[in-house]
């Protein structure tokens, strides 16, 4: 048992759920209408470019391990960012994920769509929008079947077809 935890741990690092089913599949599983819901229910949808990941361990302090990764915008489907603007976010893990060293490491152009509903306290500043907590939801634009539901959405979605407040 212990072996296939493992095993199944480092595949978990480079593969997502959006890349183990095809369209077909997702609208079936379930995935097509997680995909809706945070569409309906995100104030801010984005398509981001990843350019820098900051991995900071557990610490007595902290004790859950953090990504915090800083993004430009590359196209603004709905919100407060527009096309230029920063993005700053973080994930959480309550183990280390083992790929990550300490430190800030640049990343080579990851692409993904970001979804958040910043709170009060979240605005764009000069530019930069700091999320406060886990509070968002994405998928990488390449080679995801997230990528590819939400490319079916864009031609029937108003909300993206709109650029909304």
Known sequence: MRLILIVFFACSQ???????FTVDEAKKNGMWETLKNNIE???VIADICVYEAEWIPPSKKFWKGRLIQRAVVTHAYC???????RVEYVHYF???PGNYRMGKSPVSGKLRTIFLDPDES?????????V?????????R????FAELFKLETK???????KCK
């Open 79 to 85: 919100g407060v960012l527009k096309v230029g603007d």
């Open 142 to 145: 390449v080679e995801d079947v």
């Open 94 to 96: 309550e183990e280390d």
């Open 156 to 162: 029937t979605n108003l909300k993206l077809k709109i």
């Open 41 to 43: 229910h995100s104030s």
């Open 122 to 130: 979240e605005k764009v500043v000069e530019g930069l929008l700091k």
């Open 14 to 20: 480079t593969l997502s759920a959006g890349n183990l």
């Open 132 to 140: 406060n907590g886990d509070g968002h939801w994405g998928f990488d």
